[in-house]
């Protein structure tokens, strides 16, 4: 299953509804993406730190289309300001992830056993 780590509040935000765009400095290599499972974690990851072991899955959505990130969408990114140069992945069909499982958090989009998150339940 394909996975994208989120920092906290973040992930909840997804999962809650009200964060509608995910922000990223890349774009995915195609789109759309369908059942793209959300990992939250606590810190933010790089280069010298790209794993944290203790995400936790907090929802499924599908990535529809992604564009250049705009000022006025600073609300729907939960974001404290605009910046140019990113990109606005628009996330819709959000399905939360009740008691997720733990899972690794990584960079980038990655790959992760699904099998844990399919036995959760999806409010």
């Not at 929802?59 to 910046?83: I, K, R």
């Not at 069909?93 to 990584?106: E, H, K, M, S, Y």
């Not at 056993?113 to 339940?121: I, K, M, N, Q």
Request: charged content about 20%; overall charge negative.
């Amino acid at each position: 299953m394909l996975a994208l780590s989120i920092v906290a509040p973040h992930g909840a935000n997804i999962a809650s509804g009200k964060k509608t765009l995910e922000v990223r400095s890349w774009l995915p290599p195609s789109l759309p993406i369908r059942d793209l499972l959300i990992v939250e974690n606590g810190r933010y990851l790089s280069a010298d730190h790209p794993v944290d072991p203790a995400g936790r899955a907090v929802a499924l959505v599908d990535v529809e289309e992604a564009h250049e990130w705009q000022p006025d969408e600073v609300l729907a990114a939960c974001s404290g300001g605009w910046e140019p140069g990113y990109f606005a992945w628009r996330l819709s069909n959000v399905r939360p992830v009740v008691d997720g499982p733990v899972l690794p958090a990584q960079r980038k989009l990655y790959e992760v056993d699904g099998s844990g998150v399919l036995g959760a339940h999806c409010g």
